[in-house]
Every structure is written in structure tokens, then in C-alpha cells.
């Protein structure tokens, strides 16, 4: 699991959320997908780097964003996250806790790791 991801609150501006990017020591890489949360930091939504940039900074994550992703709860092995990848469709899968706040994120990377043997 990595712990480079961005999580903002769904009622942020676009234009706010890109100055956190801009201003964020976080890997580029990290920063595809911005997720959202609710005010009590529930996991709420997604949105894709492409748009946030196809928007009016005045525009709210919210609104822009998709519907929450699937998410894996912290603690599940490795062999269970390939199939959210494969079903979804996805680079990458938020973890939560069990009150549905993110603690960090499987990626594509993180699962050819476990699954192609070190040579």
C-alpha cells in the first residue's frame, strides 16, 4: 500500500485543488486521480487529473468528480486486490479503514510486485 494519493474534501474548487497539486511534494504519478471525501472524511468520489483541467476552477471536486470508487478495506491480502483491478478497470484502488477514510492506495505497480517473482 502507498500513502501517495491526495484526498480533499468534495466541496474544494477545482482551482484549489489544482494549487494543492501544484504545491504538493507528492510523486506526479500519485496525482492521476485526486480522490474526495465527505465533511466527516468519508470517502465520497474520484476525479481524473484530465477533469479537473477540462473545467472552470470556480466548478466544486463534487462536481466533477465520479461516484466513489471501490475501495478495499486496510488489511486485505494482496491476491484480492487483482480482482478490483481486472473487474474495474482500474490503475489504482483506495484503502480504507473501517469507517470508509482512505489510508493509502494499491496500485497497478504495487500488484505486479506481489504477483511477478523477483528475478
Not at 4 to 30: K, N, Q
Not at 45 to 57: E, F, N, V
Not at 97 to 112: M, P, Q, Y
Request: hydrophobic share 40%; net charge negative.
Amino acid at each position: 500500500m502507498g500513502l501517495d494519493f491526495m484526498c480533499l474534501d468534495g466541496r474544494t474548487a477545482v482551482g484549489a485543488a489544482v494549487a494543492a497539486i501544484r504545491d504538493t511534494d507528492l510523486a506526479p504519478e500519485a496525482l492521476q486521480t485526486i480522490f474526495t471525501h465527505d465533511g466527516s472524511g468519508r470517502l465520497s468520489a474520484q476525479s481524473g487529473w484530465p477533469a479537473c483541467c477540462a473545467t472552470r476552477t470556480t466548478c466544486l471536486l463534487s462536481d466533477v468528480a465520479s461516484s466513489a470508487p471501490p475501495a478495499s478495506e486496510h488489511g486485505r491480502r494482496g491476491r484480492r486486490h487483482r480482482g478490483d483491478h481486472v473487474d474495474y478497470n482500474l490503475t489504482i484502488i483506495p484503502v480504507v479503514d473501517h469507517e470508509d477514510r482512505v489510508l493509502g492506495v494499491v496500485t497497478v505497480d504495487d500488484l505486479l510486485e506481489t504477483l511477478i517473482p523477483d528475478e
